[in-house]
């Protein structure tokens, strides 16, 4: 299922097999949150900007157009078909994000629907039973991502609920795969680590959710608001407790600092809605740094957003083009810009696989970490 391949200090290079292909890691993630990009990208623009895996959202899927509907389609592989590798996350965070409109028990969680307002309990048998309706090939446990900062008492309390809720995970998901017509009977299952920014708490959960049999882990509740070091210094207290052969996922995470400044802690999977809600906004990335294509210095420039890149947008149009269809409020500009980002975070990916099979990850991440992150000085 995953084999480290070759590291690099504590970066991994490795390859993850699952029913629906073979993923190279270190890998982003494409969220396609109810089975589309957002900005008019399909599941056929997704193979030709080097996506590996796409990620779609349990919480949103359900409310529309129900789970029911995508398994009566044939599953989500074929409801928007797209044939490769997919994760589904667990509908945990969207919930908890919802604040007031939300109890919480040991049993679950009831919550309302922010499309219509009706009262819907979702807990970790009702997760599973979504995510196995979905037919993803990777599906995350249920857990409470909470606040930071929350109270210490309170984040000891939720990590206790978060493994029993894990367990409960495990056997339904268990039963789910073995049922007669199962979606995806080779589903997998990832668990979370929570404990908010509290070192031992993270460590002490990471320790509890190793021993259980899950596929591969993940280290949620961060990138929500906590300085970025907060977050690198939580990654460096869990990784050594994450089983070694097992994938590392870092949920919602993040520039393409982040990521780097991540891999070189041990992560494998990263996905974040980032790439493309920046390119809806006029903020693209290059191999130099971001650009404002909005900026009226772009107004004339005949020159593609990245010379070194290949993706559709680049190979055809202009600076000076893209910033007139985002003046003009054009749909196209939010495709190809949508399109740019993505590409960029694939081929960000690619090139750090790149150095690490040439041993040359260190001198990769000297050369951008930082820089990709901050406004191009030479555009």
Not at 215 to 242: N, S
Not at 243 to 271: C, H, Q
Request: net charge negative; with cysteine; hydrophobic share 35%.
């Amino acid at each position: 299922m995953f084999e480290v391949l070759k590291t690099e200090g504590r970066a991994r290079r490795g390859i993850f097999t699952c029913p629906h292909g073979t993923v190279q890691t270190p890998v982003f993630m494409n969220v396609g949150t109810q089975g589309a990009i957002k900005g008019a990208v399909s599941a056929h623009d997704l193979k030709e900007i080097g996506c590996q895996v796409e990620l779609s959202n349990t919480y949103h899927l359900h409310l529309r157009p129900g789970d029911e509907v995508v398994r009566q389609m044939g599953g989500l592989h074929r409801f928007m078909d797209w044939d490769g590798p997919m994760l589904t996350d667990s509908g945990g965070f969207q919930v908890f994000s919802l604040s007031g409109l939300r109890k919480i028990t040991e049993e679950g969680v009831t919550f309302a629907s922010h499309i219509d307002g009706r009262r819907i309990f979702m807990g970790p048998e009702e997760s599973m039973a979504i995510q196995s309706n979905l037919g993803s090939d990777i599906a995350m446990a249920f857990d409470e991502c909470i606040e930071n900062p929350s109270p210490y008492d309170y984040v000891e309390h939720s990590c206790g609920r978060t493994v029993r809720w894990l367990e409960r995970c495990l056997a339904e998901h268990q039963r789910l795969n073995a049922l007669p017509g199962c979606v995806n009977p080779g589903q997998m299952l990832f668990g979370i680590n929570q404990g908010g920014t509290y070192a031992d708490l993270r460590v002490r959960h990471m320790e509890q959710i190793a021993q259980l049999p899950c596929d591969g882990f993940a280290i949620g509740g961060l990138a929500v608001g906590e300085p970025t070091q907060v977050m690198y210094d939580i990654i460096d207290a869990v990784e050594p407790h994450m089983p070694a052969d097992k994938p590392r996922y870092l949920m919602g995470v993040g520039t393409p600092s982040n990521i780097i400044e991540a891999v070189a802690r041990g992560v494998d999977f990263f996905d974040c809605v980032m790439p493309a809600r920046n390119a809806r906004h006029g903020k693209l990335y290059t191999w130099r740094g971001t650009i404002n294509i909005k900026n009226e210095k772009y107004k004339l420039d005949p020159g593609p957003i990245d010379r070194e890149c290949r993706c559709p947008a680049c190979q055809s149009f202009s600076r000076a083009y893209l910033r007139h269809l985002i003046t003009a409020g054009e749909m196209l500009y939010m495709r190809l810009a949508v399109l740019h980002n993505l590409f960029f975070y694939n081929e960000l990916m690619a090139r750090i696989r790149q150095a690490l099979d040439e041993g040359t990850f260190q001198e990769f991440r000297r050369t951008y970490s930082g820089l990709l992150d901050r406004p191009c000085q030479d555009s």
